[in-house]
């Protein structure tokens, strides 16, 4: 059974950092593509970065504030974020679909098949 965790959300300051975490089981996180949304109250669900076997992606917003990383010996995947923003509180999510994504599509909530919980993140003072 295939299960993704989130953890590592919570309160910070604008400016400040966190690092999320995803830990999946069920699967072979090396063959997956695996991707970080956010929604935030009254939002649509927003591509914030992926990580396939190949190579990282991030969406234009988080671009040089956020890394996106794994560690397949440990079947997790972080998320990295700096110089956090208000309008980064959302509730994250991470997301995995077997193989690779094309460009055009990776940041399509329908393209991955299997979902985590999801973790609050609030940046405020």
């Known amino acids: 059974q295939v299960q993704l965790v989130e953890s590592g959300g919570g309160l910070v300051q604008p400016g400040g950092s966190l690092r999320l975490s995803c830990a999946s089981s069920?699967?072979?996180?090396?063959?997956?593509?695996i991707g970080w949304f956010r929604q935030a109250p009254g939002k649509e669900r927003e591509w914030v970065s992926c990580?396939?076997?190949?190579?990282?992606y991030y969406a234009d917003s988080v671009k040089g504030r956020f890394t996106i990383s794994r560690d397949n010996a440990k079947n997790t995947v972080y998320l990295q974020m700096n110089s956090l923003k208000p309008e980064d509180t959302a509730v994250y999510y991470c997301?995995?679909?077997?193989?690779?994504?094309?460009?055009?599509?990776?940041?399509?909530?329908?393209?991955?098949?299997?979902w985590g919980q999801g973790t609050q993140v609030t940046v405020s003072s």
């Open positions: 069920g699967f072979t996180p090396a063959a997956y593509t």
């Open positions: 997301a995995a679909v077997v193989g690779l994504l094309p460009r055009a599509t990776m940041g399509a909530p329908g393209e991955y098949h299997y």
């Open positions: 990580i396939s076997r190949l190579n990282t």
